[in-house]
């Protein structure tokens, strides 16, 4: 059997006296589309923040290829297990500035080449490198902000309602970029979610509610 990507066990989360998550168990197999749903204030993004290790766990543990997260320098697991904010944070002044920061952090000249293919695949033209990050809508925002993680291909990719305040046209563009990832290059895809395409789309589904896993399937 192949060794689970991610792993929690008994994972668990409390904030000022709060208990956020508790007993999480999960496996998330190579090349898995697993998307977790239930209702707002179940715990799901403080899961998915945990996983990204953007927050610490409270209880238990969190396994990322049999190794304990605490193994792992936070930057070389950040380029293996990247995190999509719900609401697109782009930096410096041009769509530019973001696409070259991932060539920067690994010590490379950056690509344009490469960065026009990748606007590409979310249906941006090439002129966009150079425009500002102040005029564009919030798609646009967040096709660009997902291509910078997929500049690098990472083992895992976190959503986290990334669609969740794109019009009808922008999620189309990006449930139809991250399906491609998944079946076509066997990337491991982990998002939250209420839509219910997105739900039905993926191979498993977890449900937290009052930060438990109460369904599984």
Partial sequence: MEIPLIKTI??????DGKTILKGI???????????????????????LKIMATMLSSTEGQLFYQNKSIEEYEPTAYRKEVSYCFQTATLFGETVKDNLAFPFEIRDQTFNQEKAFSALKSVGLEKEYLTKSVNSLSGGEKQRVALIRNMLFMPKVLLLDEVTSALDEENQIIIRSLI?????????TIVWVT???QEIQSSNRMIRLINGVVEEAK
């Fill in 194 to 196: 209420h839509n219910a």
């Fill in 10 to 15: 008994d994972l668990g989360y409390e904030v």
């Fill in 179 to 187: 399906h491609q990832l998944n079946q076509k290059q066997g990337l």
């Fill in 25 to 47: 168990n999960l496996a998330i197999e190579p090349g898995e589309f697993l998307t977790i749903t239930g209702p707002s204030g179940s715990g799901k993004s403080t899961l």
